[in-house]
């Protein structure tokens, strides 16, 4: 909404797929089909 902090947090395929009521195997295709959004990112190691 319109006004509202950004939120900046992760969830895992799991926690998706317990929140849908859905199997990972169906988030894994939602992620797919473009569904809902994915973004994955990796932590540079200095």
């Given at each position: 909404?319109?006004?509202?902090?950004?939120q900046?947090?992760?969830i895992?395929?799991?926690?998706?797929?317990r929140?849908?009521?859905?199997?990972?195997?169906?988030?894994y295709a939602m992620l797919?089909?473009h569904?809902?959004?994915?973004?994955?990112?990796?932590q540079?190691?200095?």
């Amino acid at each position: 909404m319109a006004g509202e902090p950004e939120q900046n947090s992760t969830i895992t395929v799991p926690e998706i797929a317990r929140r849908l009521d859905v199997c990972e195997e169906t988030v894994y295709a939602m992620l797919k089909a473009h569904e809902i959004p994915n973004l994955r990112a990796h932590q540079s190691r200095s």
